[in-house]
């Protein structure tokens, strides 16, 4: 059973612009925290941004002022706008939702920036 579908993924020129969006299933977004991770090649995977409930976000140093993280809660979505794409920002993008006792993941999608 599919909890989680992102999409809006590709690839982009330095300085360009990419949405994010995951679709959740009713329970999972309405109980758990929603965040976004990447994976660069080789390299581990690690948090871009979290938004919890009342609406607080948290953004990586290496993000802050270029990715916004959102949700609709009418359409069970997390999204991830990306402005001023760099190369370095290259790799998959997985969506997490972070419940008590689990974590589901998205089935991730690739961001590439380059000229």
């Known amino acids: 059973q599919v909890q989680l579908v992102e999409s809006g993924g590709g690839l982009v020129q330095p300085g360009g612009s990419l949405r994010l969006s995951c679709v959740a299933s009713?329970?999972?977004?309405?109980?758990?925290?929603p965040g976004w991770y990447r994976q660069a090649p080789g390299k581990q995977r690690d948090v871009v941004a979290t938004?919890?409930?009342?609406?607080?976000?948290n953004y990586a140093d290496s993000v802050k002022g270029r990715f916004t993280i959102s949700k609709d809660n009418a359409k069970n979505t997390v999204y991830l706008q990306m402005n001023s794409l760099k190369p370095e920002d290259t790799a998959v993008y997985y969506c997490?939702?972070?419940?008590?006792?689990?974590?589901?993941w998205g089935q991730g999608t690739q961001v590439t920036v380059s000229s």
């Open positions: 009713v329970t999972i977004f309405s109980t758990c925290v």
């Open positions: 938004i919890t409930k009342p609406g607080p976000t």
């Open positions: 997490n939702f972070q419940c008590l006792t689990y974590s589901y």
